[in-house]
């Protein structure tokens, strides 16, 4: 199934992010094995954010990030809810699960 990244809109609080491209040499041309590589921690683009809703019933934005920040996650985070497409992973998150926003 071809998922169409464009048109997909997380809900429920979820931010759904792009998973940069892992290196799988460093730059003197050791190879990286891939269970190395999830011990690491993931650079990321925000795709689409989503609100979420507060215990009164109100529905909040995400403040923190918004679509095109840069950001760090565990290799754990959106666990069971990662896909990969055209050998680029994607994952919905939570906004817990987002460690840092890199910022200019």
């Known amino acids: ?5 464009s048109k997909l809109k997380p809900l429920n609080g979820y931010i759904l992010v ?5 290196d799988e040499q460093t730059s003197s041309g050791i ?3 891939g269970s190395a590589q999830e011990d690491h921690i993931i650079q990321g683009t925000v795709i689409e954010t989503s ?10 934005e995400q403040e923190d990030v918004a679509p ?3 950001v760090l996650y565990t290799f754990n985070a ?13 994952r919905a998150v939570r906004p817990v ?6 910022v200019a």
Do not use: V
């Open 18 to 22: 792009r998973d940069k491209e892992k």
């Open 31 to 33: 190879f990286i094995p």
């Open 68 to 70: 095109g920040d840069q």
């Open 51 to 60: 609100p979420w809703r507060l215990e009164d019933g109100s529905m909040m």
């Open 97 to 102: 699960e987002i460690l840092a926003k890199l």
């Open 1 to 5: 199934m071809t998922i169409n990244i």
């Open 78 to 90: 959106g666990a069971g809810n990662a896909w990969e497409e055209d050998g680029i992973t994607h």
